[in-house]
């Protein structure tokens, strides 16, 4: 079957530091894989995508990988911001269907 | 930028009662769907939509679940008779193929 696990939250950094949020996934055939996010008071918004294995997906100074050898999908940023605060969730579309499989989502504050 | 829209934000309602969650998707997109998350679970897939009918559902939409697009822009999840356990957030999400999903910002149904 199609499931996504995620690194349990909350997770609190401070400014600057690095960051690393884990997704790991089971899939039959080649996914596509997503990061959404999810700002207080909002709807999920797309964070960024990989289509295919080895493809990096990047927006706003995240990055994630897409490696079949692991089957993950790990959301990285170098420095965060304050207004990086939110819900994360990792999220796969299966090769067949178009249904969203979803992580259990990680929430991120970041302080100043 | 068009946006999916949900209303009401929040619904509060008591066991046994109808509730009519509402959407409107982006206008030219074609794939609609809604999926639930209960606090701190995963987001969870119910069902979609497409040419009038449903292509997909989750074992979760059960007989107590109905779709609908009444209108051609509105797109609503019915339940008929509510129980506590369906208290969650539900997500409306739409698509317009090869494109990714996206989601409007949920309606908090509390059943009491």
């Known amino acids: 079957g199609n499931s996504v696990t995620q690194m349990e939250g909350p997770v609190t950094l401070s400014e600057e530091a690095f960051l690393t949020i884990n997704c790991t996934y089971t899939?039959?055939?080649?996914?596509?894989l997503f990061w959404y996010v999810q700002y207080p008071g909002e709807g999920l918004q797309l964070l960024l995508k990989?289509?295919?294995?080895?493809d990096k997906g990047s927006n706003k100074g995240f990055e994630a990988t897409y490696r079949k050898e692991t089957t993950s999908f790990h959301l990285e940023k170098g420095s965060v911001q304050v207004s990086d605060s939110a819900v994360y969730f990792c999220?796969?579309?299966?090769?067949?269907?178009?249904?969203?499989?979803f992580g259990t989502g990680t929430s991120l504050t970041v302080i100043p | 930028e068009p946006e999916v829209t949900q209303t009401p934000s929040h619904q509060v309602t008591q066991m046994g009662q109808e509730v009519i969650l509402r959407c409107v998707p982006i206008?030219?997109?074609?794939?609609f769907y809604w999926y639930r998350q209960i606090l701190g679970q995963k987001v969870e897939f119910l069902v979609s939509?497409?040419?009038?009918?449903?292509?997909?559902k989750s074992e979760i939409f059960d007989d107590q679940f109905s779709v609908e697009r009444p209108d051609g822009s509105n797109f609503t999840l019915k339940i008929r008779s509510t129980k506590l356990e369906d208290s969650a957030m539900y997500f409306c999400?739409?698509?317009?193929?090869?494109?990714?999903?996206?989601f409007g910002p949920g309606t908090r149904l509390t059943v009491t």
């Open positions: 899939a039959t055939g080649y996914p596509s």
């Open positions: 206008s030219n997109h074609l794939y």
């Open positions: 939509f497409y040419n009038n009918e449903i292509s997909e």
């Open positions: 999220a796969l579309r299966p090769w067949a269907g178009n249904q969203f499989y």
């Open positions: 990989a289509t295919k294995a080895d």
């Open positions: 999400a739409s698509t317009l193929p090869p494109a990714e999903q996206y």
